[in-house]
């Protein structure tokens, strides 16, 4: 039971990478690059997000819910 715990959380670990970098790639496709690191993640796609806000709507909405969904994992992960 423990082995199935830690590989169920090492996939856990891995779709946050994924999410993170997903993230990432969007938003560097619009010109905006993000430093390495989650904090920072987070901070800067606030920070995009306020600026960009009327401008990408669509796009603001999937990050949102990426955002959203990075979240969930992380509330997981800690668990």
């Known amino acids: 039971q423990i082995q199935a715990l830690h590989r ?3 996939a856990w670990v ?3 990478t994924a999410t993170a970098n997903q993230i990432r790639g969007l938003l560097a496709e619009f ?6 690191g989650l904090r920072h993640l987070r901070r800067e796609v ?4 306020e600026q960009s806000r009327g401008t990408l709507g669509i796009l ?3 990050v949102d819910e990426l955002l959203q969904y ?3 994992l992380e509330d997981r ?3």
């Open 70 to 72: 990075l979240s969930e």
């Open 8 to 10: 169920v959380r090492e």
């Open 46 to 49: 606030a920070l995009w997000q």
């Open 60 to 62: 603001n909405g999937l």
């Open 14 to 16: 891995k779709h946050r």
């Open 77 to 79: 992960i800690s668990k």
């Open 31 to 36: 010109g905006r690059i993000l430093s390495p």
